[in-house]
Protein backbone atom coordinates (compact mmCIF):
# COMPACT_ATOMS: atom_id res chain seq x y z
CA UNK A 1 0.00 0.00 0.00
CA UNK A 2 1.29 3.06 -1.14
CA UNK A 3 -0.85 5.65 -0.06
CA UNK A 4 -0.58 9.71 0.41
CA UNK A 5 -2.96 12.18 2.12
CA UNK A 6 -3.79 15.10 1.20
CA UNK A 7 -6.14 17.74 3.77
CA UNK A 8 -5.61 20.73 4.88
CA UNK A 9 -3.95 21.40 8.72
CA UNK A 10 -6.48 20.44 10.63
CA UNK A 11 -8.58 18.37 8.85
CA UNK A 12 -7.19 15.44 10.87
CA UNK A 13 -4.57 13.92 8.13
CA UNK A 14 -1.75 13.06 10.27
CA UNK A 15 -4.13 11.87 12.99
CA UNK A 16 -5.48 9.32 10.46
CA UNK A 17 -2.04 8.79 9.00
CA UNK A 18 -0.58 7.69 12.54
CA UNK A 19 -3.34 5.59 13.27
CA UNK A 20 -3.28 3.50 10.17
CA UNK A 21 -0.27 2.92 9.55
CA UNK A 22 1.11 0.93 12.55
CA UNK A 23 -2.45 -1.46 11.91
CA UNK A 24 -1.18 -1.72 8.12
CA UNK A 25 2.73 -2.52 9.01
CA UNK A 26 3.78 0.19 6.45
CA UNK A 27 5.78 3.41 7.84
CA UNK A 28 3.76 6.93 8.47
CA UNK A 29 6.10 9.17 6.51
CA UNK A 30 5.63 12.78 7.48
CA UNK A 31 8.07 15.29 5.74
CA UNK A 32 7.45 18.04 8.28
CA UNK A 33 8.00 15.29 11.19
CA UNK A 34 11.29 14.35 9.16
CA UNK A 35 12.61 17.86 8.96
CA UNK A 36 11.84 18.57 13.02
CA UNK A 37 13.60 15.34 13.74
CA UNK A 38 16.74 16.83 11.03
CA UNK A 39 17.01 19.80 12.80
CA UNK A 40 16.35 18.94 16.02
CA UNK A 41 19.90 16.10 15.69
CA UNK A 42 20.97 19.25 13.65
CA UNK A 43 21.94 17.48 10.59
CA UNK A 44 22.71 18.88 6.80
CA UNK A 45 19.24 19.02 5.84
CA UNK A 46 18.10 20.08 9.11
CA UNK A 47 20.19 22.84 8.52
CA UNK A 48 19.65 23.95 5.48
CA UNK A 49 15.48 23.31 6.11
CA UNK A 50 15.87 25.29 9.17
CA UNK A 51 15.57 28.90 7.69
CA UNK A 52 12.36 28.36 5.63
CA UNK A 53 10.25 26.53 8.10
CA UNK A 54 11.40 29.48 10.47
CA UNK A 55 9.62 31.90 8.04
CA UNK A 56 6.61 29.91 7.22
CA UNK A 57 7.68 28.82 4.05
CA UNK A 58 8.15 25.63 2.17
CA UNK A 59 11.40 24.18 1.90
CA UNK A 60 12.58 23.96 -1.47
CA UNK A 61 12.04 21.12 -3.68
CA UNK A 62 14.88 19.42 -4.01
CA UNK A 63 15.83 19.48 -0.33
CA UNK A 64 12.76 17.62 0.59
CA UNK A 65 13.26 15.34 -2.71
CA UNK A 66 16.29 14.48 -1.40
CA UNK A 67 15.37 14.34 1.90
CA UNK A 68 12.08 11.71 1.19
CA UNK A 69 13.90 9.68 -1.63
CA UNK A 70 16.24 8.72 1.57
CA UNK A 71 13.46 8.11 3.81
CA UNK A 72 11.68 5.49 0.91
CA UNK A 73 14.93 3.78 -0.18
CA UNK A 74 14.89 2.11 3.46
CA UNK A 75 13.86 -1.54 4.24
CA UNK A 76 10.71 -0.59 6.21
CA UNK A 77 9.20 0.89 3.43
CA UNK A 78 9.30 -2.35 1.14
CA UNK A 79 5.73 -3.08 1.86
CA UNK A 80 4.45 0.53 1.50
CA UNK A 81 3.75 3.85 3.27
CA UNK A 82 1.63 6.44 4.62
CA UNK A 83 2.89 9.60 3.12
CA UNK A 84 2.08 12.91 4.81
CA UNK A 85 2.72 16.07 3.95
CA UNK A 86 4.29 15.30 0.56
CA UNK A 87 3.92 15.86 -2.16
CA UNK A 88 3.16 19.96 -1.73
CA UNK A 89 4.06 20.79 -4.95
CA UNK A 90 3.77 19.59 -8.87
CA UNK A 91 7.72 19.06 -9.62
CA UNK A 92 7.62 17.27 -5.87
CA UNK A 93 4.59 14.92 -7.08
CA UNK A 94 6.55 14.83 -10.67
CA UNK A 95 9.50 13.40 -9.05
CA UNK A 96 7.72 10.98 -6.77
CA UNK A 97 6.20 9.78 -10.04
CA UNK A 98 8.79 8.51 -11.07
CA UNK A 99 10.20 6.94 -8.38
CA UNK A 100 7.28 4.78 -7.47
CA UNK A 101 3.65 4.43 -8.22
CA UNK A 102 1.31 6.15 -5.86
CA UNK A 103 -2.01 3.38 -5.38
CA UNK A 104 -4.41 5.93 -3.70
CA UNK A 105 -4.71 9.82 -2.65
CA UNK A 106 -7.51 10.06 0.28
CA UNK A 107 -8.09 13.58 -0.05
CA UNK A 108 -9.72 15.09 3.45
CA UNK A 109 -12.11 17.60 2.84
CA UNK A 110 -12.77 19.55 6.09
CA UNK A 111 -14.91 23.15 6.15
CA UNK A 112 -12.82 26.17 7.63
CA UNK A 113 -14.66 27.07 10.32
CA UNK A 114 -14.57 23.43 11.46
CA UNK A 115 -10.49 23.62 10.85
CA UNK A 116 -10.04 26.77 12.73
CA UNK A 117 -11.76 25.21 15.88
CA UNK A 118 -9.48 22.16 15.99
CA UNK A 119 -6.58 23.82 15.08
CA UNK A 120 -6.47 26.17 18.01
CA UNK A 121 -6.97 23.18 20.42
CA UNK A 122 -4.38 21.02 19.26
CA UNK A 123 -1.22 20.03 20.66
CA UNK A 124 1.75 18.06 19.58
CA UNK A 125 4.06 16.43 21.45
CA UNK A 126 8.04 18.71 20.84
CA UNK A 127 9.88 15.07 20.83
CA UNK A 128 7.95 12.13 18.40
CA UNK A 129 5.35 14.80 16.98
CA UNK A 130 2.34 12.77 18.29
CA UNK A 131 -0.96 15.04 17.79
CA UNK A 132 -3.05 15.48 20.66
CA UNK A 133 -6.44 17.96 20.98
CA UNK A 134 -7.69 19.64 23.92
CA UNK A 135 -10.78 19.20 23.07
CA UNK A 136 -11.87 15.59 21.52
CA UNK A 137 -8.40 13.90 21.98
CA UNK A 138 -6.59 14.71 24.94
CA UNK A 139 -2.93 13.46 26.02
CA UNK A 140 -4.10 10.84 28.94
CA UNK A 141 -1.97 12.53 31.28
CA UNK A 142 -2.17 16.21 30.95
CA UNK A 143 1.08 18.20 29.39
CA UNK A 144 2.53 14.22 28.56
CA UNK A 145 2.73 12.19 25.55
CA UNK A 146 1.20 8.72 25.07
CA UNK A 147 3.75 7.48 23.45
CA UNK A 148 7.06 8.37 24.63
CA UNK A 149 6.06 11.21 27.59
CA UNK A 150 7.26 13.89 25.68
CA UNK A 151 6.21 17.34 26.55
CA UNK A 152 3.27 18.24 24.71
CA UNK A 153 2.93 21.93 23.38
CA UNK A 154 1.49 24.26 21.45
CA UNK A 155 3.01 24.62 18.14
CA UNK A 156 3.45 28.61 17.23
CA UNK A 157 1.91 27.79 13.36
CA UNK A 158 -1.19 26.51 15.64
CA UNK A 159 -1.81 30.24 17.26
CA UNK A 160 -5.20 31.35 16.29
CA UNK A 161 -3.95 34.40 14.32
CA UNK A 162 -1.86 32.28 12.03
CA UNK A 163 -4.37 29.53 10.94
CA UNK A 164 -6.10 31.69 8.54
CA UNK A 165 -2.97 32.25 6.50
CA UNK A 166 -2.42 28.52 6.48
CA UNK A 167 -5.31 27.54 5.22
CA UNK A 168 -5.14 30.01 2.44
CA UNK A 169 -1.64 29.29 1.49
CA UNK A 170 -2.88 25.51 1.73
CA UNK A 171 -5.46 25.62 -0.87
CA UNK A 172 -3.15 27.41 -3.36
CA UNK A 173 -0.83 24.82 -2.91
CA UNK A 174 -3.26 22.00 -3.11
CA UNK A 175 -5.79 22.72 -5.93
CA UNK A 176 -2.59 21.59 -8.47
CA UNK A 177 -1.77 18.94 -6.32
CA UNK A 178 -6.26 17.44 -6.10
CA UNK A 179 -6.17 18.10 -10.13
CA UNK A 180 -2.76 16.28 -10.58
CA UNK A 181 -4.35 13.10 -8.87
CA UNK A 182 -7.46 13.28 -9.95
CA UNK A 183 -6.25 13.39 -13.71
CA UNK A 184 -4.90 9.59 -12.59
CA UNK A 185 -7.99 8.46 -11.30
CA UNK A 186 -6.19 7.42 -7.80
CA UNK A 187 -8.12 10.46 -5.92
CA UNK A 188 -10.85 9.44 -3.27
CA UNK A 189 -12.78 13.23 -1.56
CA UNK A 190 -13.98 12.19 1.98
CA UNK A 191 -15.92 14.90 3.17
CA UNK A 192 -15.76 15.22 6.85
CA UNK A 193 -18.38 17.66 8.19
CA UNK A 194 -19.36 16.82 11.63
CA UNK A 195 -15.91 17.05 13.78
CA UNK A 196 -17.57 18.30 17.07
CA UNK A 197 -18.05 14.65 17.28
CA UNK A 198 -15.79 12.83 19.51
CA UNK A 199 -12.71 12.02 17.67
CA UNK A 200 -13.30 7.62 17.49
CA UNK A 201 -16.79 8.29 15.70
CA UNK A 202 -15.16 10.66 13.17
CA UNK A 203 -12.24 8.07 13.25
CA UNK A 204 -15.18 5.69 12.23
CA UNK A 205 -16.59 7.28 9.78
CA UNK A 206 -13.44 8.04 7.43
CA UNK A 207 -11.62 4.75 8.01
CA UNK A 208 -15.34 3.24 6.74
CA UNK A 209 -14.88 5.22 3.93
CA UNK A 210 -11.27 3.97 3.12
CA UNK A 211 -12.68 0.76 3.54
CA UNK A 212 -14.41 0.59 1.07
CA UNK A 213 -11.59 0.52 -1.17
CA UNK A 214 -8.65 -1.24 0.76
CA UNK A 215 -11.23 -4.16 2.13
CA UNK A 216 -8.45 -5.78 4.13
CA UNK A 217 -8.49 -3.20 6.57
CA UNK A 218 -11.92 -4.34 8.24
CA UNK A 219 -10.12 -6.01 11.50
CA UNK A 220 -7.30 -3.22 12.19
CA UNK A 221 -10.22 -0.64 12.14
CA UNK A 222 -12.05 -1.75 15.31
CA UNK A 223 -9.18 -1.55 16.86
CA UNK A 224 -8.05 1.97 15.98
CA UNK A 225 -11.55 3.72 16.74
CA UNK A 226 -11.25 2.57 20.20
CA UNK A 227 -7.78 4.56 20.83
CA UNK A 228 -8.60 7.99 21.28
CA UNK A 229 -10.53 7.84 23.94
CA UNK A 230 -9.42 4.97 26.10
CA UNK A 231 -8.54 6.14 29.30
P1 LIG B 1 2.28 22.41 8.34
O1 LIG B 1 0.93 21.83 8.49
O2 LIG B 1 2.45 23.69 9.08
O3 LIG B 1 2.76 22.53 6.94
P2 LIG B 1 4.16 20.21 8.67
O4 LIG B 1 4.57 19.56 9.92
O5 LIG B 1 3.52 19.37 7.64
O6 LIG B 1 3.23 21.41 9.14
O7 LIG B 1 5.42 20.91 8.00
C1 LIG B 1 6.20 21.84 8.69
C2 LIG B 1 7.10 22.61 7.72
O8 LIG B 1 7.99 21.70 7.09
C3 LIG B 1 6.37 23.29 6.58
O9 LIG B 1 5.87 24.53 6.95
C4 LIG B 1 7.46 23.37 5.53
O10 LIG B 1 8.34 24.44 5.81
C5 LIG B 1 8.21 22.09 5.73
N1 LIG B 1 7.71 21.02 4.84
C6 LIG B 1 7.13 19.85 5.22
N2 LIG B 1 6.82 19.10 4.14
C7 LIG B 1 7.21 19.81 3.06
C8 LIG B 1 7.16 19.58 1.64
N3 LIG B 1 6.63 18.46 1.14
N4 LIG B 1 7.66 20.55 0.84
C9 LIG B 1 8.20 21.68 1.32
N5 LIG B 1 8.28 21.95 2.63
C10 LIG B 1 7.80 21.04 3.50
ZN1 LIG C 1 5.85 11.88 22.04
Redesign the pocket.
Known amino acids: MKKIFLGA?GSGK?TYASRIAPKRNVPHI???????KNIKEETEIGTR?KK??DN??????E??IEM?KDRIANEDCKKGFIL??????IP?AERLAELIDIDVVTNICVPDDIIIKRLSSRVTCKDC?EIFNTLILKPKQEGKCDKCQGEVIR?K?DEPEIIQN?LKT?KEQAAPLIDFYKNKGILQDFYCNDIDKPADEMSQKVLDSILEFTKDIINPIKEITKQPNEE
Request: aromatic residues 12%; hydrophobic residues 35%; proline residues 9%.
Open positions: PGSTGDLFRAFMGNLVPDIVLDGFPRTQGRDRY
